[in-house]
């Protein structure tokens, strides 16, 4: 089983090393999410197995699915109207392309292959819930589109530094964290997201200093009670136990 992870950034997802829009994991720097995926796929599995250390992770950049973009299809009519398709065609489409990329990786090694497309929502308090439920399922819907079921959304609300913070904060980590999610996702916000997680952690929040923070096993993701990290947790784990009923 391989992972094909796609990101924003170095702090979240990870990038190439060179730069590059495409990479296999010996040029791939992870980010905190990266170790994120691996550790939520040990903790699956139930054993010890990472696959960023046995070199079974590919990662594509956001600029390659824009760049890689799919022809047009026409979309389930579940999938939101004018008013929101410019916005959710973004997240439908890079999934699309992600899972294109997925299944030809897969047919070159002959293995299944867990597409992981991250992006941030990055929606504001008053856009509430719903908002984020309409990415969510454009990026899942995408995946269906072009017939993949091993697609993962992780799209946190309304950034990666709210799942971060929840664990790294000073004063009751793990606690009343759903509250973060409602804070947000402008940087320059008098209480921003990357603020708090910058005074958390007295500044050493480059995206070396997060990734080695996850990698070390420095927070606990099962502790961390959030609606959207739940439900990347959650759909992540369906996808790992398909691969292994179908491997049974």
Known sequence: MYLLLSGEGPSDIGVCYPAAE??????????PMAWLVD????????????????????FVSKQHLVATRP???????RLPGKK????????????????QCAKELAAEIGDDVI??????????????RGD????????????????FPHGVAMIPMPKSEAWLLCALKPES?????????????????PHALKKQLDAALQGQTSADELSETAKDGNIHW???????LNAFKHRLEAVVNLIIRQGS
């Not at 550790?39 to 590919?58: M, P, R």
């Not at 309409?134 to 017939?147: D, I, M, P, R």
């Not at 980590?173 to 916000?189: F, I, K, R």
């Not at 099962?222 to 959207?228: H, Q, R, T, V, W």
Request: some cysteine; overall charge negative.
């Open 84 to 99: 929101r398709a410019k916005e959710t065609g973004y997240y439908f489409n890079n999934a699309r392309a992600l899972a």
């Open 39 to 58: 550790q939520w796929v040990e903790q699956v599995q139930g054993y010890e197995f990472s696959h960023l250390q046995a070199g079974l992770v590919n």
């Open 22 to 31: 495409a990479c296999r994991v010996e040029a791939f720097k992870p980010g």
């Open 132 to 147: 984020w439920q309409t990415k969510y399922n454009s990026v899942l819907q995408g995946f269906e589109a072009e017939g």
């Open 173 to 189: 980590p793990y606690q009343h964290c759903a509250a973060l999610e409602e804070a947000s996702g402008n940087d320059d916000s």
């Open 222 to 228: 099962e502790n961390i009670d959030m609606p959207s």
């Open 115 to 128: 597409a992981v497309l991250f992006r941030d929502s990055d929606g504001t308090a008053s856009a509430g």
């Open 71 to 77: 022809s047009a299809v026409k979309k389930p009519s």
